[in-house]
């Protein structure tokens, strides 16, 4: 396996600008995983029906899947490629935790609006309207 290592400010400015962008997409592909998610759990039919409670309960276990995963991606694997000089791995160390409150708040926010938008459909129910 060839790594890389980053010794420059300029290479670390494109790491954290990478980080960032490998944010919106694990939020994408953790949306994804989640609509899958929400269809693999039969409705219940009944008045006391639990389904909804699943697909809300899975909805969060996924955030934090995907916190815990981008997060440990990032600390234990990107910065070991960065030079060990706390000039260069500090200002990624503090965008890696930026890059993590980004993915999952945009995890949260299109999984709220997916499901306002998707209503009547399964993945609706995990935060259902009022009306």
């Given at each position: 396996?060839?790594?890389?290592?980053?010794?420059?400010?300029?290479?670390?400015?494109?790491?954290?600008?990478?980080?960032?962008?490998?944010?919106?997409?694990?939020?994408?592909?953790?949306?994804?995983?989640?609509?899958?998610?929400?269809?693999?759990?039969?409705?219940?039919?009944?008045?006391?029906?639990?389904?909804?409670?699943?697909?809300?309960?899975?909805?969060?276990i996924l955030a934090a899947i995907e916190?815990?995963?981008?997060?440990?991606?990032?600390?234990?694997?990107?910065?070991?490629?960065?030079?060990?000089?706390?000039?260069?791995?500090?200002p990624f160390f503090k965008h890696s935790?930026?890059?993590?409150?980004?993915?999952?708040?945009?995890?949260?926010?299109?999984?709220?609006?997916?499901?306002?938008?998707?209503?009547?459909?399964?993945?609706?129910?995990?935060?259902?309207?009022?009306?």
């Amino acid at each position: 396996m060839n790594r890389t290592n980053y010794n420059t400010i300029a290479e670390v400015e494109a790491l954290i600008t990478n980080t960032y962008l490998l944010a919106a997409v694990t939020a994408i592909v953790f949306i994804v995983i989640s609509i899958i998610a929400a269809q693999l759990i039969a409705y219940e039919g009944s008045k006391n029906a639990k389904d909804s409670v699943k697909r809300r309960a899975w909805f969060f276990i996924l955030a934090a899947i995907e916190l815990v995963a981008f997060f440990s991606y990032n600390y234990f694997y990107v910065e070991g490629l960065i030079k060990p000089v706390p000039a260069l791995q500090a200002p990624f160390f503090k965008h890696s935790a930026y890059a993590t409150i980004v993915c999952v708040v945009a995890y949260l926010i299109l999984g709220f609006i997916l499901s306002k938008i998707m209503k009547h459909k399964k993945y609706g129910t995990i935060f259902p309207s009022k009306s």
